[in-house]
C-alpha cells in the first residue's frame, strides 16, 4: 500500500514530506504533523500464541498537520477509525507505521521530559460529561489535578486562585468550585471538562464529539464558549464529530475518513460549497437540515460499512458507491489536490 | 380533512412519576389529533416528556409512572379505560413500537427470525406460516439474504440490521399504527438516511400512521407531516411541520431553531439560549420557559393558553393571544 505522501500540508504542494514542516501555507507554526500514519490491531489468534488472524486497520495511512490556531473537523461513521486517530494523537495509542511529529519530533521517540511536555501540550475533551469526570471529586479538584501533578512549583492557593480563573473563562462561577459534578447540568459539565483541559494552556485540544451528549439548547453555548477561548489563546482543535452542521462552524478544515483513509480533506468552505468524494456528498446529504427551500439533493447510500479487518480492494468506498467505475477495485485512489486548498482520493477527479 | 380522519386523539393527557423527591409532573396536560397515515413528529430535548407521551398511549410506563388524567381515544375508543389484557390485544396488533436502542429491545438468546415469527404467532392465531411470513417481512425491510438472517442472533448482526428487525416486528402484524421512539439515534447518518426512507415506504405499504419521536428537528422537517414541539412536559407549539419551522410562534422553537448550526452558512457565533431547561422538581409556575424567554413579560408568571396563530397552527404563548 502506498501512502499519500504528497498530502503533508493543507493547501501544500506535492513536497515528499519527510524532514518535519515548520510552518504551514497560511504561515501559522505547525505542531502536529501525520506523515502515513498507521494504527492497526491485532484480532484473534490461530490457537493458543498463535499468530494473529487479521489486523483492524483502524488508521490505515493518513496525512495531515496541525497549526496553531487551526480547527480540523474529523468526520466519518462510526468504525471507521477517528477516535483511534485521536487516541493516538493524544498518545493513549502509538503508531503502528509512519510517523507522528510533534514540533519535528517523533512522539514515539520522545525522552521522558519531552513526553511529559507533550501530554501538557495536547489535552482532550472528551463527549460524554458524565462519566468523563470523576463524580467523588470537587470541581475544584477536578479543574486543579493537572495543575497538581504538572506544576509541582504551585502552593495550594496559587491552584485555588487559577482554577477561579479557570471557572471564569468558560463561564462558571467561584461559588462552582466547591461542588460535586452531579450538581451540574449536562452543559456546565461540559465547561468543567473544557476548564479542567484549559488549565495548562495547551496548544491543542482534542475535542472527541464535544456536544452530542449535550441537549439541543445547550449546543450552541458550549460551541461558542470554544470558539471564543480558541480565538482568545490561538489554540489548535481537532474536533471528532459526526455532524457536519457542527464542523462547519467551528472547523476551517473537513477530513472525511472512511474505513481509516481520508477522503476528502478540505478548507471547510470549498468543502461544504462543493464536496467532491461520493461518499461526502452522501453524508453532507444525510445530514438533515431544518430548511425547506434549496434542500441539496438526497443521496441514499445501498449497504453497510465492510470490515476494517478485510477493506475492499482498490477504493475502499466503491462497494456502497453510486458513481463506482471499474478501475475502483483495481487501483486505491491517491489523495489529490484537485483544487488549491481541495483534496480529494477518487478516481473521478483525474 | 374532517374528524373522520383522525386515528388518535389525545386529550388533556396526564402523568405523574413517583421519585424519592416528589411526584414529577413529566407530562402535564398534553393534547394532539393525529390523522389516518400522517406523521406526526413530537420533538424536544431530554426531560420534555416526549417518550412519557408515548409510553402513556402504549400504557408502557415504567413502574413508577402512573397516568391520572385525560384521554387517549384511538378509533373511537379510550385506551385508558381498558384492562391490561384488553390492552395486550392493541398493542402489537392495532399500536405497535420502535424502540430506540435494539440491542435491548431484542431478545439476545433467540434468532432474530424466530422474534419475527413469535409476534406473528401470538397476535394471528391462524397465520399459515409464520416463518414465512417473517422471512418475506425481512426482505421487505431490505435484510440481504433474509433466510440466512433469519438465523442470525441480535450479535451478529450491525446496528442498521438489528434496527430494521425491529422494523419487521413492528409492521409484523400489519397495525395501522406505530409509535417510532427515537429509532435512529444510534444509527449513523448514512444508515439513518437508509431507515428513514424505509420507514416511509412501510409507511405507504401499510397505510401507517406514525407517531415519530425525536430530538432532531433535521428528521422531523424530512419526514413529518406535523410536529408537536414538548418542553418541560407541555407542549408548546404544534402545527404543519413547515408552518412550524418557517414560522415559528413559540420563542422556544424560535429559538431553537435559530441556535441550530447550519451547512450553509458559517457565523461568527450561533444565537444560543441562554440557561437550562428547569428542573423536573422546580418547575417554574408560569409558562416554563418564561426563565429563558427573551420576550417574557409580567403575563408569564401565568401559564398561557394554547392560542391559535392559525387554524392548524398553536401556541401556548401569551405573545399569541390577541
Known amino acids: ?350 | 380533512m374532517n374528524d373522520k380522519d383522525v386515528i388518535l386523539s389525545v386529550r388533556n393527557l396526564q402523568t405523574h412519576l413517583r421519585t424519592r423527591r416528589g411526584v414529577v409532573k413529566a407530562v402535564d396536560g398534553v393534547s394532539f389529533d393525529v390523522r389516518r397515515g400522517e406523521t406526526l413528529g413530537i420533538v424536544g430535548e431530554s426531560g420534555s416528556g416526549k417518550s412519557m407521551t408515548a409510553f402513556s398511549i402504549v400504557q408502557l410506563l415504567p413502574r413508577v409512572g402512573r397516568v391520572v388524567g385525560g384521554e387517549v381515544i384511538f378509533n373511537g375508543e379510550d385506551l385508558l379505560k381498558k384492562s391490561p389484557r384488553e390492552m395486550e390485544k392493541v398493542r402489537g396488533k392495532h399500536v405497535s413500537m420502535v424502540l430506540q436502542d435494539p440491542l435491548t429491545s431484542l431478545n439476545p438468546v433467540f434468532r432474530t427470525g424466530d422474534q419475527i415469527a413469535e409476534t406473528i404467532r401470538h397476535h394471528l392465531k391462524d397465520a399459515p406460516d409464520p416463518k414465512g411470513k417473517a422471512v418475506e417481512l425481512m426482505r421487505q425491510v431490505r435484510i440481504p439474504a433474509p433466510a440466512t438472517a433469519y438465523r442470525y442472533y441480535p450479535h451478529q448482526m450491525s446496528g442498521g440490521m438489528r434496527q430494521r428487525v425491529l422494523g419487521a416486528i413492528g409492521v409484523s402484524c400489519e397495525p395501522e399504527f406505530l409509535i417510532a421512539d427515537e429509532p435512529t439515534s444510534a444509527l449513523d447518518p448514512t444508515i439513518q438516511a437508509q431507515y428513514l426512507d424505509l420507514l416511509k415506504d412501510l409507511q405507504k405499504q401499510y397505510n401507517l400512521t406514525i407517531i415519530f419521536i425525536t430530538h432532531d428537528f433535521g428528521i422531523v422537517a424530512t419526514i413529518c407531516d406535523t410536529v408537536a414541539v414538548m418542553y418541560a412536559g407541555k407542549i408548546v407549539e404544534t402545527g404543519p411541520v413547515r408552518d412550524v419551522f418557517q414560522r415559528p410562534s413559540h420563542p422556544y422553537t424560535e429559538a431553537l431553531l435559530k441556535s441550530l448550526p447550519s451547512l450553509e452558512e458559517k457565523p461568527k457565533r450561533l444565537p444560543s439560549i441562554s440557561g437550562q431547561p428547569p428542573m423536573p422538581h422546580e418547575m417554574p409556575t408560569g409558562c416554563r420557559f418564561a426563565p429563558r424567554c427573551p420576550y417574557k413579560f409580567d403575563k408569564c408568571e401565568e401559564y398561557p393558553p394554547d392560542t391559535h396563530v392559525s387554524p392548524t397552527h398553536i401556541s401556548a404563548c401569551w405573545r399569541s393571544v390577541k
Open chain 1, 1 to 350: 500500500m502506498t501512502a499519500m505522501k504528497s498530502s503533508s500540508t493543507p493547501g501544500g504542494g506535492a513536497a515528499v514530506a519527510m524532514p518535519p514542516q515548520t510552518t504551514s501555507m497560511s504561515g501559522r507554526k505547525v505542531l502536529l504533523e501525520a506523515q502515513n500514519l498507521k494504527k492497526h490491531f491485532a484480532v484473534g489468534r490461530a490457537g493458543f500464541l498463535g499468530k494473529p488472524a487479521g489486523h483492524v486497520r483502524a488508521v490505515d495511512g493518513v496525512d495531515f498537520t496541525i497549526s496553531a490556531g487551526q480547527t480540523i473537523a474529523l468526520a466519518g461513521e462510526s468504525g471507521c477509525g477517528k477516535t483511534t486517530l485521536g487516541n493516538v494523537l493524544l498518545r493513549l495509542e502509538l503508531p503502528t507505521e509512519g510517523a507522528l511529529l510533534w514540533e519535528g519530533k517523533d512522539i514515539v521517540t520522545l525522552t521522558k521530559e519531552e513526553r511529559q511536555g507533550y501530554r501538557r501540550s495536547v489535552q482532550a475533551v472528551f463527549q460524554d460529561p458524565w462519566s468523563s469526570l470523576d463524580g467523588r471529586m470537587k470541581v475544584q479538584d477536578l479543574v486543579g489535578e493537572p495543575l497538581v501533578i504538572n506544576e509541582k512549583q504551585m502552593s495550594r492557593a496559587q491552584v485555588l486562585e487559577r482554577v477561579a480563573e479557570l471557572m471564569d473563562q468558560v463561564g462558571l462561577q467561584e461559588v462552582h468550585m466547591e461542588r460535586f459534578p452531579h450538581e451540574f447540568s449536562g452543559g456546565q459539565r461540559q465547561r468543567i471538562a473544557v476548564a479542567r483541559a484549559l488549565s495548562l494552556n495547551p496548544k491543542v485540544i482534542i475535542l472527541d464529539e464535544p456536544v452530542s451528549a449535550l441537549d439541543v439548547s445547550i449546543r450552541a453555548q458550549v460551541m461558542n464558549l470554544l470558539k471564543e477561548l480558541q480565538e482568545k489563546y490561538n489554540m489548535a482543535y481537532f474536533m471528532i464529530s459526526h455532524n457536519l452542521a457542527t464542523a462547519r462552524f467551528i472547523s476551517d478544515t473537513v477530513a472525511i475518513m472512511y474505513l481509516g483513509r481520508f477522503a476528502e480533506y478540505a478548507e471547510s468552505e470549498l468543502f461544504f460549497k462543493k464536496p467532491l468524494h461520493p461518499y461526502s456528498q452522501a453524508l453532507v446529504s444525510a445530514s438533515l437540515p431544518v430548511e425547506f427551500e434549496n434542500r441539496r439533493q438526497r443521496i441514499v447510500l445501498q449497504g453497510e460499512v465492510p470490515s476494517p479487518i478485510n477493506p475492499p480492494s482498490g477504493c475502499r468506498f466503491r462497494t456502497r458507491c453510486p458513481q463506482v467505475m471499474d478501475i475502483c477495485s483495481e487501483i486505491q485512489p491517491e489523495l489529490m489536490e484537485v483544487a488549491r486548498g481541495h483534496r480529494v482520493a477518487c478516481h473521478l477527479y483525474k
